[in-house]
């Protein structure tokens, strides 16, 4: 019958033929792979040569200790739990060693099953970090192939949704439509629009993600930057009666950021703010602190509760809202918008109450 261990190779150091003897045959009864060595200079070559999951050694051997070996595992990055083993060993010696990054520490004289009960709980611990290393792979891969799904189906998708609203569009201004017809058809034009926004935006996530978008620095005024944002909304503003006010406190207008990402966050979290505001104040400051751009865009709107602000940035936690006016949304912006911020090496935050409005607070470095 195979043996369960063979999996897990063990490197026996012990200058001591007879310690050495006893533990190899302890490992061959067990079914483990093993390896031996008596000194800690071959111990290296094997580690650096060979594949070594548990190093199974004695504290001392002649006058070196195994913390010299296991400062050597840990520089070479390898997955290897050791287990020591020490006569009388101190208190001090015993908290050294964990603080080397052994993973267990047995007193000699050693019985069998006290080494076999180590040697299972490393070997445990081993296929543990070898499964999670697995599943990080598979899930790494399996999201590269979502985003490559993303771009390819983005891209055949905006073709027809752009020609779907050019005919509805033709057919509109062309008339001899019924007013039934007529309002069919718009109903048609609004719903390729948002479903073109959505394909644009679902394309420019994956990008992101795969790292075809780059952020391409140019020395932009950022007080100009903002105000062409603001006045994108200023005729939306004025017919929901919301005031729009921007304080300017920057000491240094200019910074290197990526302008049309940057006009894009703003742009983006501007337009929620007259969407979700009627009757009310959309305050923009913009302040230089610590060689940062802090910039707030706070509104007085309706503001949201935990579990939206909770899932706001989360690229599959967002849900679709609706404006004070029906306006529609599908959440994928802000998403956005902390992508490109996090790619700018930024921060993203808001604070928000349901009723009371909503504030974003961006800081950017200026360099």
Known sequence: MEKYNTDITILIISKDNTLSAEMVKLAENEGYSYISAESFDKAAELLDLKHVDIVLSELYVGKENAFEIITHINKTGKITNTILLAEHPSAECV????????????????ENDAIILA????????????????????????????NEFLAVVSHDLRSPLSS??????????????????ERYLNVIRDISVDLYELVNQLLDISKVETGIINIQRVETNM??????SLNNFVLL?????TRIVFFNRLENTHAMVDREKILQVLNNIISNSVKFTENGTITVTAESKNQHIHLSIEDTGIGMDKEQIDNLFTQYGYSPSRGTRGEKGNGLGLVICKKFIDLHKGSIELESELGRGTRFLITIPEK
């Open 95 to 110: 908290i050294n060693a964990l603080k080397y990054g052994a993973y267990d520490f047995i007193p000699k004289p050693a």
């Open 223 to 228: 007080a100009e930057l903002i105000n062409t």
């Open 119 to 146: 040697l299972k709980r490393a070997s445990e611990n081993i296929r543990l970090r070898r499964d999670n290393i697995r599943h990080f792979k598979e899930l790494f891969k399996l999201n590269q192939l979502k």
């Open 237 to 241: 503003g004025i017919d929901k009666n």
């Open 164 to 181: 779907i609203t050019g005919y509805v569009n033709y057919l509109i201004k062309k008339g001899d439509l019924s007013e039934l017809q």
